[in-house]
């Protein structure tokens, strides 16, 4: 069958009475950001379906990817005696990456404007947000690199692996108070990105080799920047929230293993992919960086998708998702050192498996709810009633 029905009945019932709650803080979104995405929807004609614009805008940092992809493969092109990627490059990067996050910030607008939301979009928005957190991490990694001065793949991995968490608390905070607490480090990574690659383009990567005090780098900056958003103000901030409404007694969730139950597959995921990263015969890591990642997000992006879909239903988030099993089974395989010789067809196996799971996932979904809605995910027109 092309189209499963991923979404089950209770969880249609539950979007059925879904109404959308959300609270943004963070001051450069609210003084800055949300006034100019308010000039820039009024340009927009009103025929263009809201959910056309947010996947226009992931259609853009897929591009970005596949760009830095063929540009920079391994990693390497920031080395000095390799051939560094084109300064337009970096331009173009720059470009896209804002017109992304620009139109991630006018979609919903869009649809307020056209009186068209539906929880689809919602959906739909925070689904793909969840993937394109793959494509931020590695496609700037091309900035740094794995050179001396830059950062290793192994340390990426760990990065990208607290960006991950990082997204996901945000879900795991509307699982348990039913409100979505926008994070702050969102649109400020977003600005960020896009500025560097365009000084980027001017100053050359060399720049950001070049030590800024004695022996800190770049490279520290960087990762200090990362970790210290996500454990001094994602992460208690999130924590902040749930204890919040703990104590008012509006918490969604009848007991702590309840409330932590979303963690639990993202965990798992965690474990085996780092299992795989830790003892892999032919050290996979560092031969296939950009797969290994792009397989982590995906797999990633497919369980976050689902505990979206449960914190808008309100229904119980599953402990286990399936995607999880087959991966144990490669892992299993690869780390008793049968299949040593075949470890990187292996993984592009597997990363191609996973893209297509999630991508039928996606598929699916947004064609149960469209039909569940009697909308089309990306126009304006209503169905025939015929």
């Known amino acids: 069958m092309a189209f499963y029905e991923y979404v089950s009945e209770e969880q249609l019932t539950g979007f059925d009475m879904y109404k959308y709650s959300a609270v943004d803080s963070n001051p450069l979104s609210v003084y800055v950001m949300h006034p100019f995405w308010n000039s820039v929807v009024k340009f927009l004609p ?76 919602e959906l739909f928005d925070h689904g793909l947000d969840s993937w394109a957190c793959v494509f931020f991490v590695v496609t700037v990694y091309s900035i740094f690199g794995r050179v001396e001065a830059g950062v290793g793949v192994r340390t990426l991995y760990y990065i990208l692996w607290v960006v991950l968490f990082s997204f996901i608390l945000s879900h795991w905070e509307k699982y348990n108070t039913g409100v979505l607490f926008l994070p702050w480090g969102y649109d400020i990574s977003q600005v960020t990105m896009s500025v560097v690659y365009i000084v980027t383009s001017v100053v050359g990567v060399e720049t950001w080799y ?26 208690p901030m999130s924590l902040y929230n749930v204890f919040k ?21 993202p965990v798992l995921l965690f474990i085996l992919s780092t299992l795989w990263v830790c003892l892999s015969p032919s050290d996979i890591i560092e031969k296939q ?90 126009s304006l027109k209503k169905p025939s009633t015929d």
């Open 46 to 121: 009103t025929w263009l379906a809201p959910n056309l614009i947010t996947f226009t805008g992931f259609i853009f940092l897929v591009l970005n990817f596949l760009m830095l992809t063929f540009f920079d493969y391994d990693f390497y092109a920031s080395a000095p005696d390799h051939v560094h990627v084109p300064s337009w490059v970096w331009i173009v990067a720059g470009l896209l990456n804002f017109i992304a996050y620009t139109l991630d910030g006018v979609d919903g607008k869009q649809a307020r404007r056209t009186n068209s939301s539906t929880p689809l979009g």
């Open 210 to 235: 070049a030590p800024i005090f004695m022996s800190f780098h770049y490279r520290d900056l960087f990762t200090i920047m990362i970790l210290g958003c996500a454990f001094t103000v994602t992460l």
């Open 245 to 265: 409404a703990y104590r008012k007694n509006t918490l969604q969730c009848s007991s702590f293993y309840e409330s932590f139950l979303p963690f639990l597959s």
């Open 289 to 378: 960086p950009r797969v290994f990642y792009f397989m982590v997000g995906t797999a990633f992006a497919n369980i976050t998708c689902k505990l979206i879909v449960c914190q808008m239903s309100k229904t119980r988030c599953q402990p286990l998702s399936w995607l999880l099993l087959p991966m144990a089974l490669v892992v299993l395989v690869i780390l008793s050192g049968l299949a040593q010789h075949y470890e990187t067809l292996i993984l592009y196996v597997w990363t191609a498996a996973v893209a297509l799971a999630h991508i039928h996932y996606g598929v699916c979904v947004v064609h149960q709810l469209s039909g569940h809605f009697n909308i089309y995910a990306f």
